[in-house]
């Protein structure tokens, strides 16, 4: 098990501690939000389609960053459809319209504005996001603003981190702490890595009827195992945090090396890695 509980403890709310994105949208962190989106995609494609994105679709993509869930919705609702992408940074709209050219889809646009602040109309036929609730305030409140922008009877998709459902088998002691270390970041953050779980409870007080719920994650083994890789990106960029929060200190993380590290652990102990978890919830808006 992992060596610091990341089920116990409780985000602090905005009254106990002011809140800021600690990812940043610097032109490193939008080329690994892009490798994420990568490992993750088919993941998403899977949810998006058991959500019942179709072919001719609207969709609204809620916090894009650099476009991966926008991309993806777009190939699914295709040339008859559209797809817009809202996220707060102009740098990562920027990047994600040319992505969106460079793939030839010209049925996609991009917004840079405040998630409270925007309504689309006419109303989409779907609202989706993926790991975008988790750093919001107030998740249910802006999830009730942004109804405005679904028509009745339209999709509302997201899907949201168990960080904690990731594990290691036989136990991996470098990579479970390297796990613990970046859930214990968030947290200190004010983010809540186990959002997901909590899917019931925020479509309801968003006014959403209860939501279909799922569970899916990267399953991989040795050294071959991708996760490694994307952890110690993940560990990179948040390692300021890190150091600011206590968390821990760069020389004993050795970021250069961890990802090497990780796959040399896994290949020693024969180690079956499961990557953190994507919760999927959907509804329909009534």
Do not use: W
Request: hydrophobic share 45%; proline share 6%.
């Amino acid at each position: 098990m992992h060596d610091v509980s990341l089920t116990a403890a409780t985000p602090p709310t905005p009254d106990d501690a002011p809140r800021a994105y600690p990812l940043g949208d610097a032109e490193s962190e939008l080329a690994r939000l892009i490798r994420q989106g990568e490992f993750f995609a088919e993941l998403t494609r899977q949810f998006l389609l058991a959500a019942g994105l179709r072919r001719g679709m609207r969709v609204l993509d809620i916090g894009c960053g650099a476009g991966d869930v926008s991309l993806l919705a777009a190939a699914i609702v295709g040339p008859e459809g559209s797809v817009v992408g809202v996220d707060r940074s102009d740098a990562a709209v920027t990047l994600a319209a040319r992505r969106a050219h460079a793939a030839g889809y010209r049925h996609v646009r991009f917004v840079a504005a405040e998630l409270e602040d925007f309504t689309l109309d006419p109303p989409a036929d779907a609202l989706v996001g993926r790991l975008v609730l988790m750093y919001l305030d107030n998740p249910a409140l802006t999830l009730r603003d942004l109804l405005l922008s679904v028509k009745p009877g339209g999709i509302v998709a997201f899907q949201e981190f168990d960080l904690a459902a990731a594990k290691s088998e036989p136990y991996c002691r470098l990579y479970e702490a390297a796990l613990d270390r970046v859930g214990e970041t968030f947290l200190r953050c004010g983010f809540d890595t186990r959002l997901g779980l909590r899917f019931p409870r925020l479509f309801r007080e968003a006014g959403l009827p209860p939501p279909t719920l799922s569970l899916a994650a990267r399953i991989e083994h040795g050294a071959e195992a991708e996760v490694c890789h994307a952890l110690a990106e993940i560990t990179r960029t948040l390692l300021p945090h890190m150091e600011r929060l206590g968390v821990a200190a760069p020389h004993g993380v050795e970021v250069d090396t961890l990802a090497e590290r990780l796959r040399v652990e896994a290949a020693a102990v024969d180690a079956t890695l499961i990557a953190p978890a994507l919760i999927g919830a959907c509804a329909r808006h009534v």
